[in-house]
């Protein structure tokens, strides 16, 4: 060897020997015997504290919600009893004897195929639900149908380690201490189907109307489906993506089940997914009943009650409804109503529905409440629904913001009920940028008329200018204020003096007994009190808080005393109480409503034509009971009349009104001319009748002689426009510029009818 490759040597002997040092230092600390010492001490150390804590965790008592008490409503005296929601909740608890057993496959195949061979614990699946709930990623599948029945038998439902830790011990103790059929029933009498459902009988009864006993494996497979995400895969409250899942998820369960030898293939070829029946109350919540619990339990939830808690049961829960009432309300429909119905042998009069809200205006109390023909047969609440549009009884909200802010005409004139506006009809407003140019009913014109007579015949060319000279901005502000809803459609064009928003009976009652409680802001309230043994809930003040002025609330009751006396809502004047209302109907005859007041009650009726097809949807009221169009002077007005003449017949009769104001004005009649036959009503049965001789030659119309009309213009800002026509006054609202389409097409005798396309923008 030379010296060359002598000294190479060397260096690679430093070199390796260095390397050498680095590896034994690393290895002193990272050997394999040592990180397997490791890794099996902390095995050993995490196997001892599982059994610690096995001994340490005891099997516990079932939770509250297996426990579950009944809920009690009580009418307003706190003495009788309006309805139990069952023994806490609607569950009946049946043996595996009492379901079919491929219907108990299904459940197995949902959930834990493994079911009869584990030992009721999935460590795999528990570990990924301890990282998932540590990450903060929320709940994670995985979980054996024992460790199911243990969360929802006796523990809590938050997603926490040691909530997980325990369902882990107490599932293996379980398993060793129940048979397996036991805990399968458990697990499926204990699970929660939506709709109110608590275990499989319960549910069997809610999505298809029999007993669990009479399930096929398709239904089944549903409900073992729905267990994953109840209110998601709920058929009939479900998105279009909720039930492409729910379908997806119920094929995969019976792939399962045929994996698993408990479903043959060419049986699987003949089902086909079972569509649920609609939703409808449970047992005990016929008639008005149902609707009136689910009206208090929605009330208790927005003061802070929990579905939950609610759910638990242990609730003496005592309605501010009055019985007496609320069977006098419950009559008038009957009687002018149903009773005019073939609900069997005409198409028109099936799709007529009937919702109704009575409140004290001192208390704010709601006494009375019509949500439909039986909550077990219709479920939806047509009290509180919030679909249809009010139609013309908005507009004494404009002449309320019109007084509340001092408002002037376009010629600087003050808005007051005897100001002048002009009635022609189709004549464009003036001073917006949105072109508005509606009909009144059957294109009459009226000429110079009051605000006062305007009203009483609900002039769509009288409200449409009035909202200009006002803003609808200040008109919205109003209508909030009183008691209104902003649910869509509010839109601050001259449009919305047609009502064209979604509201409710029980929104209308609120702005209006508003009105009636001299401007002091009323809050309908359904729960007088809701007590448990662990709390009692404080509710909301009922009234409280001035909307608009006493000056300002008077003197709309004063104008609206004129159309009941003189206008669109004569049907409903007596001599036994002092009344102020409104009529009301929408767009293509679609909704009909009365709304109304005496000193003593506010009430608001209201009629809406839903289809009975799949789906349902809005159609025409015209028709109903074979009478033409249906008007809020028509049916509503009827029912109105009669429940509250009964309802106040035990009190004072002929109370006045308190009124603090000097303004309003009593019209004598008068009779329109017809603009252009062109444009008329298609319905020829439409004919005004506000004039008591409609033979009569026309009167010269006298205008207010504190108004004095400036000859060399037209009526203060060319005052056209509106929405909703009542007794012969209907409303045909269209626009005019091409570019703000809208019809309006109003009334029969005594009533009207708004019927409106908001102007585009």
Known sequence: M??????????????????????????????????????????????????????????????????????????????KVLARTGQGVNRQIVGLDRIPRDVQMTFLA?????????????????????????????????????????KNYYLEQDQSVTRKLKELVISLKVDQRMDKDDILAGYINTSYYGRGAHGIQAAAQAYYGIDADKLNVGQGAYLAALLQAPSSYDWHAATPTGRKFVQERWDIILGHMIDMGKLDEAKRATLKFPVPNAPKAAPGLEGQTGYLVDAARAELERSGVSKRDLDAGGWTITLNIDEKKQKKLEQAVRDQLESKLDRKGNK????????????????????????GTDATKHWINNATRTDYQPGSTFKPFVLASALENESVTQDGKPIK??????????????????????????????????????????????????????????????????????????DERPAMSLGPMGSSTLDMAAA?????????????????????????????????????????????????????NEGSASAVKSSSYEAAGKTGTSEQNKSAWFTGYTPELTTVVALFGESTKEGGGQVSLTGTANSGRANGGGFPARIWKQYMTDALAGGEVNQRFDLETDMGVVEPPQTPTQEATETQDPDPTDTPTDDPDPTRTPPTKTPDPTITPDPSRTPPGGLIGGSGGDTGGGDTGGDTGGTNGGTSTGGDTGGEEDTLRPPKP
Request: charge should be positive; charged fraction near 25%.
């Open 348 to 371: 028109v009069d099936a799709t007529v529905q009937a919702g109704a809200t009575s409140v004290d205006p001192k208390t704010g109390h709601v006494v009375a409440m019509y949500g």
């Open 110 to 150: 949902a959930e834990n195929k493994s079911f009869y061979e584990d030992s009721g614990i999935d460590f795999k699946g528990t570990a990924r639900g301890l990282l998932n709930t540590l990450s903060g990623k929320g709940r994670q599948g995985g979980s054996t149908i024992t460790q199911q029945y243990v």
């Open 2 to 79: 030379g010296r060359a490759e002598a000294r190479r040597a060397r260096q690679g002997g430093a070199r390796r020997a260095r390397k050498a040092e680095k590896r034994g230092g690393i290895r002193r600390f990272f050997t394999w015997r040592k990180m397997l010492g490791t890794f099996f001490g902390l095995c050993l150390l995490a196997m001892g504290a599982f059994v610690a804590l096995y001994f340490y965790v005891d099997e516990p008592q079932p939770n509250a919600q297996a426990r579950l008490q009944s809920n009690i409503y009580k009418y307003s005296d706190g003495k």
């Open 512 to 564: 209006y007994a508003t009105l009636d409680n001299h401007g002091e802001n009323v809050t309908p309230s359904i729960v007088k009190s809701a007590k448990h043994e662990n709390r009692d809930v404080e509710l909301p003040e009922s009234v409280g808080g001035q909307a608009i002025s006493r000056e300002s609330a008077d003197t709309v009751t004063k104008v609206l005393t004129g159309v009941v």
């Open 417 to 490: 009920p005897n100001t002048i506006y002009d009635g022609t009809s189709r004549r464009p407003v003036e001073g917006s940028d949105t072109a508005f140019a509606p009909q009144n009913l059957d294109n009459k014109s009226w000429g110079p008329v009051t605000v006062q007579k305007g009203t009483n015949h609900s002039l769509n060319s009288v409200y449409a200018q009035m909202i200009v000279d006002v803003g609808p901005d200040e008109v919205k502000k109003t209508a909030l204020d009183l008691g209104m809803k902003d649910r869509g459609a509010f």
